[in-house]
């Protein structure tokens, strides 16, 4: 694990055992480098990390201020990250697993049409995940990618990163994603792999990334239990 990333969840634990407590002050950044010994490149990127959690808001000249932050004691993404969650778990020093419930090629239908901006002859990989954080059933991803942009996806790819081989070994570049957020009833499926009660809300993420020439390449549907799972976003005004 980089070292920016270890010194990050050491200070992340500090915040949430309040030894920083909310509306104080981290140490100042020339303290931080003298107690982990390492550059202030490094402390900014550590702090950085707590920046997009919401845990933290820095401004030049008046220090780093720890935020009073509702949402410490649960599973918090900004929502401006989409960087995967395989990369966000890894960064933060987490054990995530992969279980492939579907794996499958077939023609889209109208709804993914209009999603992937595709036509109804073009085959789309339809994916579905389960994302074991830690031994606990996390999130339960629904995924459509479209076969001409990804080729060669296999179930291998499907338990380690999606992300990594689309980035990594295709050398896809993403230009953004559009997000919409809303309340569900738990299905069937939801109470089967994320073993919610029949009366238990869902928080569903839809998602669609787009590529740097503006054809999207994916769109998933991401299902989180309500109190395992909150997302963020953090406004201030300068």
Do not use: W
């Not at 339960?140 to 992300?163: A, C, G, K, W």
């Amino acid at each position: 694990m980089p070292k920016y990333q270890e010194i990050a969840d050491i200070l992340r634990n500090r915040i949430k055992n309040q030894t920083y407590p909310p509306d104080s002050l981290l140490p100042n950044q020339i303290d931080l480098v003298a107690e982990f010994g390492v550059s202030r490149m490094t402390i900014k990127k550590a702090i950085g990390i707590l920046a997009m959690e919401g845990l933290v808001y820095a401004q030049r000249g008046a220090g780093t201020k720890v935020l009073n932050h509702p949402f410490v004691n649960k599973d918090t993404t900004a929502l401006t990250i989409y960087e995967g969650l395989s990369t966000e778990m890894a960064k933060a020093g987490r054990t995530l697993t992969s279980t492939v419930i579907d794996f499958q090629v077939t023609f889209p239908d109208a709804t993914i049409q209009e999603k992937l901006m595709l036509k109804e002859e073009q085959p789309v990989y339809m994916i579905v995940r389960l994302r074991v954080l830690e031994d606990e059933p996390f999130i339960l991803e629904h995924t459509y990618m479209p076969v001409h942009l990804v080729p060669n996806l296999t179930r291998s790819h499907l338990e380690q990163s999606i992300y990594a081989y689309v980035k990594g070994d295709l050398g896809v570049q993403f230009a953004g994603a559009y997000r919409t957020i809303s309340a569900d009833k738990s299905s069937a499926f939801d109470q089967q792999y994320l073993h919610c009660e029949t009366d238990d809300p869902v928080l569903e993420i839809q998602q669609i990334v787009y590529q740097k020439d503006g054809q999207p390449i994916e769109f998933s549907r991401s299902r989180n239990r309500y109190d395992k799972r909150a997302y963020s976003f953090l406004d201030v005004q300068s």
